[in-house]
T-cell receptor, first 112, second 117 residues
Framework: ELKVEQNPLFLSMQEGKNYTIYCNYSTTSDRLYWYRQDPGKSLESLFVLLSNGAVKQEGRLMASLDTKARLSTLHITAAVHDLSATYFCAVDAPSAGNMLTFGGGTRLMVKP | ETGVTQTPRHLVMGMTNKKSLKCEQHLGHNAMYWYKQSAKKPLELMFVYSLEERVENNSVPSRFSPECPNSSHLFLHLHTLQPEDSALYLC????????????????FGAGSRLTVL
């Protein structure tokens, strides 16, 4: 069974600070996705990582994938309040029928 | 309309009621999904339809019954639910569930918030 774990589950940080969210998964895969969910709203796709060493950046967010370590990171640089949301990683793998399995989410609160 | 549309957005029902959730996608995708999002658990995949055929069930209780009449529409029929079924039900669609193109990016609807009394 494919398991996807995120940490931390909750993160409160000051504006201007840097931090990293971690996503570990339990089986071989080279396809990892990051989504954002604002309160009361749906999930929005942020990044798609499709190979070992893949790095994607959008504004203050940067995602990377290490398939050997089965680890993805979402790095936040100089956080701003607008980044407050819940962030989910998801993995699809042949062992899971190529269906997405989501992590538990990291709820990020950026304080002024 | 564009994207993935879900109705109703909010639903309150008793345990003996029968109701349905509706999802419609306007993206030309060939797969549709139902996910359950509750406060204490990660997003749970309930059902997957690819080219209108169900390919994943994930041991969901029979009180949830999906229907996919065509590639643009997906329903979730609800009957004799339990209070623990109260959750946000998210519909999603994607272009290539088998991953042949290298990615399976889901587009989600806004969700239907279900409360079972």
């Amino acid at each position: 069974e494919l398991k996807v774990e995120q940490n931390p589950l909750f993160l409160s940080m000051q504006e201007g600070k840097n931090y990293t969210i971690y996503c570990n998964y339990s089986t071989t895969s080279d396809r990892l996705y990051w989504y954002r969910q604002d309160p009361g709203k749906s999930l929005e796709s942020l990044f798609v990582l499709l190979s070992n060493g893949a790095v994607k950046q959008e504004g203050r967010l940067m995602a990377s994938l290490d398939t050997k370590a089965r680890l993805s990171t979402l790095h936040i640089t100089a956080a701003v309040h607008d980044l407050s949301a819940t962030y989910f990683c998801a993995v699809d793998a042949p062992s899971a029928g190529n269906m997405l399995t989501f992590g538990g989410g990291t709820r990020l609160m950026v304080k002024p | 309309e564009t994207g993935v549309t879900q109705t109703p957005r909010h639903l309150v029902m008793g345990m003996t009621n029968k109701k349905s959730l509706k999802c419609e996608q306007h993206l030309g995708h060939n797969a549709m999904y139902w996910y359950k999002q509750s406060a204490k658990k990660p997003l749970e995949l309930m059902f997957v339809y690819s080219l209108e055929e169900r390919v994943e069930n994930n041991s969901v209780p029979s009180r949830f019954s999906p229907e996919c009449p065509n590639s643009s529409h997906l329903f979730l029929h609800l009957h004799t639910l339990q209070p623990e079924d109260s959750a946000l039900y998210l519909c999603a669609s994607s272009q290539d569930p088998a991953g042949a193109s290298g990615a399976n990016v889901l587009t989600f609807g806004a969700g239907s918030r279900l409360t079972v009394l």
